[in-house]
């Protein structure tokens, strides 16, 4: 296996020991991913915030080489999730086209960073 740390994310990486993806054979498989600012803050405004967090996937799966499109499985966890699901379903549509990937969404309590509504953690088929 290969790890993959964007240089944006090292601090984060480095500091909670893990890294953003890791590619195994023709999969990249990200760790979950937050819609968080380089502080770390996350913003107050859950659009915001689920733009942010396919913002910085994308950075990972680019990282990997791979992208949106190379998605074959989502799971997405969710603070809040019947009140934000339909702002999330159209933040997601923005960057994931037809065909989607297998996605399961799941409702928690809380999540690493406080404030932080959504993770996203994929698996992509790295393209070539």
């Known amino acids: 296996m290969k790890t993959v740390v964007p240089a944006w994310m090292k601090p984060v990486c480095d500091a909670y020991a893990f890294p953003a993806a890791v590619i195994d054979g023709e999969f990249v498989r990200c760790s979950g991913v937050i819609g968080f600012k380089p502080d770390l803050s996350v913003s107050s405004d859950p659009a ?26 989502m799971n997405t966890y969710h603070v809040g999730l019947q009140a934000h699901m339909q702002a999330f379903v ?12 297998a996605w399961t969404a799941i ?16 698996t992509a088929r790295r393209r070539g």
Do not use: C, H, R, W
């Open 48 to 73: 915001a915030q689920f733009t942010l967090a396919f913002e910085n996937l994308e950075s990972v799966l680019e990282e990997a080489g791979a992208g949106f499109a190379d998605v074959v499985e």
């Open 90 to 101: 159209a933040i997601k549509n923005q960057f994931m086209k037809p065909p989607y990937p």
């Open 107 to 122: 409702g928690i309590t809380e999540l690493a960073l406080p404030g932080a509504l959504v993770e996203i953690q994929v």
